[in-house]
């Protein structure tokens, strides 16, 4: 069992930047997979980025390449991400999840899931 607190969200200027970050409970926090997703109003959630359970393999969405990383700390059982050039069309509430398998940009693959964090790029 995994629990996932997402927190780092806030309004922003287009063109700034936020961190998320998402901290989770448990010792085994190494093992999974994770990944963040977004949902802005009236879309359905949508895959932002993921990351290996080592860290060394990731994979962002198209529209946020280049932009945003994902990167984790296994020690502090805490996985981020960091948007740069933030725009208005990023407006979403983001939430992260654990995967007990792979890291994929298939929402269904993931078992754990926050609460969420909200992210408004005003322009």
């Given at each position: 069992?995994?629990?996932?607190?997402?927190?780092?969200g806030?309004?922003?200027?287009a063109?700034g930047s936020?961190?998320l970050?998402?901290a989770?409970?448990?010792?085994?926090f190494s093992?999974?997979a994770?990944?963040w997703?977004?949902?802005?109003?009236?879309?359905e959630?949508?895959?932002?980025?993921?990351?290996?359970?080592?860290?060394?393999?990731?994979?962002?969405?198209?529209?946020?390449?280049?932009?945003?990383?994902?990167?984790?700390?296994?020690?502090?059982?805490?996985?981020?991400?960091?948007?740069?050039?933030?725009?208005?069309?990023?407006?979403?509430?983001y939430?992260?999840?654990?995967?007990?398998t792979?890291?994929?940009?298939?929402?269904?693959?993931?078992d754990?899931?926050?609460q969420?964090?909200?992210?408004?790029?005003s322009?």
């Amino acid at each position: 069992q995994v629990q996932l607190v997402e927190s780092g969200g806030g309004l922003v200027q287009a063109g700034g930047s936020l961190r998320l970050s998402c901290a989770a409970s448990g010792r085994t926090f190494s093992s999974y997979a994770m990944g963040w997703f977004r949902q802005a109003p009236g879309k359905e959630r949508e895959f932002v980025a993921a990351i290996s359970w080592s860290g060394g393999g990731t994979a962002l969405a198209d529209s946020v390449k280049g932009r945003f990383t994902i990167s984790r700390d296994n020690a502090k059982n805490t996985v981020y991400l960091q948007m740069m050039s933030l725009k208005p069309e990023d407006t979403a509430v983001y939430y992260c999840a654990a995967s007990n398998t792979v890291a994929t940009i298939l929402r269904s693959k993931y078992d754990y899931w926050g609460q969420g964090t909200q992210v408004t790029v005003s322009s």
